[in-house]
Nanobody
Framework: QVQLVESGGGLVQPGGSLRLSCTAS????????VGWFRQAPGKEREGVSY???????YYAESVKGRFTISRDFAKNTVALQMNSLKPEDRGVYYC????????????????????????WGQGTQVSVSS
């Protein structure tokens, strides 16, 4: 059974940092493109970051320079390091995965569209407030 589990969310003050993890079971994330999405109350879900490989990543303009996505092959995990957090970064963060050998890799620097992911987790809450 395939499962994606997000962890690492919490409450942090503006300017603080959090490290989110997306841990997979039942599949090997190496072969998957992994996207992080977030949804704030009253807002639509938005794509935050995506990784196909170390040389093919995507960041939304609002998080560029502050967030870093990476893979940990040994742990079968994709992490999202979030620094200099702002109140507008709050929301539920979800990771989603798409099998790239079947789907094909995304154009470099772009995110696979939201409707193409095959697996997703339950989300982890991020709150940024003083």
């Amino acid at each position: 059974q395939v499962q994606l589990v997000e962890s690492g969310g919490g409450l942090v003050q503006p300017g603080g940092s959090l490290r989110l993890s997306c841990t997979a079971s039942g599949l090997t994330l190496d072969a998957y493109g992994v996207g992080w999405f977030r949804q704030a109350p009253g807002k639509e879900r938005e794509g935050v970051s995506y990784i196909a490989s170390s040389t093919n990543t995507y960041y939304a303009e609002s998080v560029k320079g502050r967030f870093t996505i990476s893979r940990d092959f040994a742990k079968n995990t994709v992490a999202l390091q979030m620094n200099s957090l702002k109140p507008e970064d709050r929301g539920v963060y979800y990771c989603e995965a798409v099998f790239l050998p079947r789907r094909g890799s995304s154009e470099k620097g772009k995110m696979v569209p939201a409707n193409e992911y095959e697996y997703w987790g339950q989300g982890t809450q991020v709150s940024v407030s003083s």
